[in-house]
T-cell receptor, first 113, second 111 residues
Framework: DAGVTQSPTHLIKTRGQHVTLRCSPI?????VSWYQQVLGQGPQFIFQ???????GRGNFPDRFSARQFPNYSSELNVNALLLGDSALYLC????????????FGDGTRLSIL | DAKTTQPTSMDCAEGRAANLPCNHS???????VYWYRQIHSQGPQYIIH???NNETNEMASLIITEDRKSSTLILPHATLRDTAVYYC????????????FGGGTRVLVKP
């Protein structure tokens, strides 16, 4: 079975631009979360979506937004990119039941010049 | 979520058991202990979780002290592919998807 897939794997942008990152969860998984991992640190929670509704938000500015589609895939959007947004962006999915752990994709490496 | 404390790094010999400690002295009664690891250039990988009983699966064993203030992840026969950063996370199971990652333990398995 395919795991969580994210695209693109790498991306280079310049300050002020916007970016859209995509995530396809494991088949049958209805809940998706996004994390940001700055080099040398652990991942930081950004958003959780379940059944297309936002169910949780971390301490990130409004420049960060996300949505989930009817097929449970998800997009993370970041506007007005800053140098500090350079990071690995991770997507995780789980079935939706609280008894199941999350499974992560290998992320999108975003570099801001 | 309760705060966890882990050693910054540790080495272990290939083929030997690796014992990774985690302190979570402020854990509350409804918080679970989760372990994830992150191999270089990959996303975090779920290993195991537990509430108060010891747990074992095909990857590892989780030993939780009786007072639940600390736990140990045991990799029974470490291989070079177990080299990774290991994260101990404490959270309420019904708290949605949010995982609060600390700095983790950087484990280097040496031949």
């Amino acid at each position: 079975d395919a795991g969580v897939t994210q695209s693109p794997t790498h991306l280079i942008k310049t300050r002020g631009q916007h970016v859209t990152l995509r995530c396809s969860p494991i088949s049958g998984h209805k809940s998706v979360s996004w994390y940001q991992q700055v080099l040398g640190q652990g991942p930081q929670f950004i958003f959780q979506y379940y059944e297309k509704e936002e169910r949780g938000r971390g301490n990130f500015p409004d420049r960060f937004s996300a949505r989930q589609f009817p097929n449970y895939s998800s997009e993370l959007n970041v506007n007005a990119l800053l140098l500090g947004d350079s990071a690995l962006y991770l997507c995780a999915s789980r079935p939706g039941t609280i008894n199941q752990p999350q499974h992560f994709g290998d992320g999108t490496r975003l570099s801001i010049l | 979520d309760a705060k966890t404390t882990q050693p910054t790094s540790m080495d272990c010999a290939e083929g030997r058991a690796a014992n990774l400690p985690c302190n979570h002295s402020t854990i509350s009664g409804n918080e679970y202990v989760y372990w994830y690891r992150q191999i270089h250039s990959q996303g975090p990988q779920y290993i195991i979780h537990g509430l108060k009983n010891n747990e074992t699966n095909e990857m590892a064993s989780l030993i939780i002290t009786e007072d639940r203030k600390s736990s140990t992840l045991i990799l029974p026969h470490a291989t070079l592919r177990d080299t990774a950063v290991y994260y101990c996370i404490v959270r309420i199971k019904a708290a949605g998807n949010k995982l609060t990652f600390g700095g983790g333990t950087r484990v280097l398995v040496k031949p």
